[in-house]
């Protein structure tokens, strides 16, 4: 069963360190659909964050990771 992480990171591609940035999706919270509901994380983030500074910097800005 993978977990999925959802992380901000720096303008220099560094995770950022802080918990405030971090969500975590896994299918016995989801109903067993863990990736839709990390996918629409990031996508909304992505848009918030493009919305706030400009298209294109959301994708920069976020990353969806896959444990296990």
């Known amino acids: ?7 901000e990171l720096d303008s220099q591609g560094r995770v950022f360190q802080d918990d405030d940035t971090t969500e ?4 016995t919270d989801h109903n067993g659909n863990a990736l839709d509901a990390a996918m629409d ?7 918030q ?3 706030a500074w400009g298209a294109g ?5 976020w990353t969806l990771l896959q444990v296990g």
């Not at 069963?1 to 992380?7: D, G, R, T």
């Not at 994380?41 to 848009?47: D, I, S």
């Open 1 to 7: 069963m993978p977990l999925y992480i959802l992380k």
């Open 24 to 27: 975590y999706f896994d299918d």
């Open 41 to 47: 994380a990031y996508n909304f983030r992505v848009g």
């Open 49 to 51: 964050t493009d919305k």
């Open 57 to 61: 910097v959301g994708a920069t800005r």
